[in-house]
């Protein structure tokens, strides 16, 4: 073994090492050249890291890079192996590696080693393990040569993560993206443009981008991009629609930038292909539609106008609008809101001002309908409705208006309202009608049993009477037959006529209405009684005032006056002479007549409404028959009013007829 | 043979044939008239249990108290008087609601029209 200090040593290690820089340096003059000291020098001060080791694996030599690297000086170094230096992380590595060298013999290439310093620093080095041959051919130590290329891969890796990056846009981009030279030719594409261009993606590169386009295109395409290459501008972009293989138009907008070198000026440019056929295809449908709603808003019924808000003009009208104000279509447009309406809208307010409000509302959004009149060209005023909507613009407020003529309408409903009316007033002429026939039915029952009942009662005692005599034929009994059954013909006559009386009145065979004084019939009833006033000493008390005439049947006047006239001489106090007092008064609506008499008045608790009943007697009187105060009661209804009694027992009666103030002549 | 009966109605022919036939059937002993529901209700009262009519014959329209208003009355009599006393409503009346009422008062045994009939006299008085 050779020690390192030793002449012998010395000089077998520098011929050694002048042979690996002789041949390194190419020059067959090195030995004269270079001396041992240089060689030091160039083994101490060269910046690779030079080192060897012996057999046993320990290190014989350590260059100054070296020492640095490790932190170390040489001393401490030399005579250890690595796993005793221990700042090695893969020592057996290391190891095995020289093993191999000092078996085989051969020099060994490590292009990749990675080697942590004590402050945890990672460095890579390019390692060369060779053989230190002597004279003889023989070899006991290794060279090891290294150089650090941390730095080198660190940018090689940077370069490769930001190639990577950058091949990934490129390829996966959605937007089709080639690199052409200046001549357009195509020297980079990704998937997209191959696509786009419907290209099989296996084909090979090399393409032409003047191929897939029209001649236009081209033209402008090549032209800019004379500019692009002499520098005047880095970047344009321009629509161009590109024919593809499958001989497809694609619209599309492409944007070019120019990549320079510094020294050698343009180097490639870089297209991007947007495709915008989708949107070119939207723009026409969106025409397409717009065609569409312009035939239906030109061929609309209702006048259709569109209102910008902000200077208050009609901007766009239709056909029908024209022809309800009666303008020409630029006539129309020159007018502002509120000048197709006359100064004041029926309830008083200002058009323009009421106008403005509405469509206030409909600019919040609301859809608002209202009334409104419109005036015509020729002046004309036409009753309206007029609906409003706001128009989505972003930034302007136009307000759609539709007016519809609505006269007829108004026409319909106001020929509506009076047929409701009437209809209104017959269902109410129905309803009386239904009641009054109600009423008469009932009537009419009671009538019956009260007319069979008041007829049977004469026609059995006629029977009777004559069963009588029959079953006793004496002259006596003779006698007594004629004279009952002349009472008894005689109450069946006036029951018949009573009878009749009532039918007559119930079926409202139109009395002839006169002007009748009231004063003529109390006085005419009075001579027709006079027997009776003589008699009993009567007086009538007559207060009229000014009602003196009334337009009513004649024959119901006097037979009611006659009626209650006599009621109230029959009913008379034994003792007392009657007082008949008969006055008139206007009551709001109606005409009271008052019949107010001194005489036995009648229990009112008891009999209550009875009294106007048929057959109703209150007083042992043989002449009363009960069916009096029934017919005065149909006469007073009939003359379309009602009649009412008030009375004590023995403070005498007073009637109330109630009759329509009309009925008063004057 | 019925010992006293009473006519109450105020038609004068009707209280003398109907008096007239009773006596002539000899089916009562004696008749009693009166014209309307408080004469007959103040005798009532005031008789004595004997001078109670057995039958008595109750017209329905009559003036002062009528019929139904007598028998508003009688209710008020003497429980033993009451039980002497048969009461036939007689009427020229056929309307039903009177028929029906009639029928259906607890104090009236039946409902008879006029002019009463032989037939009706004898299943009465018999």
Known sequence: MYSLNSPA??????????????????????????????????????????????????????????????????????????????????????????????????????????????????????????????????????????????????????????????????????????????????????????????????????????????????????????????????????????????????????????????????????????????????????????????????????????????????????????????????????????????????????????????????????????????????????????????????????????????????????LLTLEKQKIQEANNELVDVNHRLENQTNQLQEFAYIASHNLRSPAGNIRALLDFYQSDPTAENFNLLLTKLDVVSIDLMDTINDLAEVVKIKNEISQEIVSVSLQKVIDKTKDSLSEVFKAKKAKVIVNLEQLQTILASKTYVESIILNLMSNALKYSKEDIAPIIKISAELNGDWLEIIFKDNGLGINLNKFGNKIFGLRKTFHRKKDSRGLGLFITRAQVEAMGGSISVESEPLKGCTFIIKLPKKIIDD | MIELVAIVDDDDIFQFTTKVKLEKMGLAKDVKIFNDGEEIFDYLEAASLNDVPNVLLLDINMPIVDGWDFLDLYANLASDKQNKISIYMISSSINPVDVEKAKKHEHIIDYITKPIKESDMLRIFK
């Open chain 1, 9 to 414: 040593h010395k000089v077998n290690f520098l011929q050694r090492i002048k042979n690996f820089f002789g041949i390194a340096v190419g020059s067959e003059d090195y030995e004269s050249a270079i001396t041992s000291d240089i060689y030091k020098h160039i083994v101490a001060e060269v910046p690779l890291l030079i080192s060897a080791k012996d057999r046993a694996g320990k290190y014989t030599m350590a260059n100054q890079s070296f020492c640095d690297l490790l932190g170390m000086p040489a001393e401490l170094i030399i005579g250890k192996n690595d796993i005793e230096i221990g700042l090695f992380l893969n020592p057996d590595q290391i190891i095995n590696a020289d093993l191999q060298v000092f078996e085989t013999g051969q020099k060994k290439h490590i292009p990749l080693e990675p080697y942590t310093d004590r402050y945890g620093t990672l460095f890579w080095f390019k390692t060369t393990k060779s053989p230190l041959f002597n004279e003889k051919g023989e070899f006991n130590e290794i060279l090891i040569v290294s150089t650090d290329i941390t730095e080198r891969l660190d940018k090689e890796q940077r370069l490769s993560k930001s190639e990577l990056r950058y091949k990934s846009i490129f390829e996966n981009n959605y937007s089709g993206i080639i690199v052409v030279d200046q001549d357009l030719n195509i020297i980079n594409k990704n998937k997209a443009f191959n696509k786009l261009i419907e290209i099989d993606q296996r084909l090979l590169n090399k393409d032409d981008l003047k191929k897939y386009l029209f001649e236009e295109d081209r033209n402008d395409l090549i032209d800019l991009m004379v500019g692009l290459v002499s520098r005047n501008y880095e970047y344009f972009d321009l629509n161009l629609v590109l024919n593809t293989k499958g001989g497809n138009k694609v619209d599309t907008i492409c944007f070019v930038r120019g990549l320079y070198d510094e020294h050698e000026g343009f180097n490639e440019a870089v297209v991007t292909f947007q495709d915008i056929t989708k949107e070119i295809r939207n723009l026409k449908e969106l025409e397409e539609s717009e065609k569409r709603f312009r035939v239906i808003v030109e061929n609309a019924s209702e006048a259709l106008m569109l209102l910008d808000f902000d200077s208050k003009l009609y901007i766009d009208t239709n056909k029908s609008a024209e022809i309800l104000f009666g303008y020409e279509h630029n006539e129309l447009l020159d007018q502002h809101l509120g000048e197709l309406s006359p100064i004041n809208q029926a309830n008083g307010r200002n058009s323009k001002e009421l106008a403005g409000d509405y469509m206030q509302q409909a600019l919040k959004g609301k859809n608002v309908v209202y009334e409104w009149i419109a005036r015509r060209k020729d002046g004309k005023l036409i009753p309206c409705e007029v609906r409003l909507v706001r128009l989505p613009f972003k930034n302007r407020s136009i307000i759609r208006t539709s007016v519809v003529d609505i006269t007829e309408r108004k026409k319909a409903e106001h």
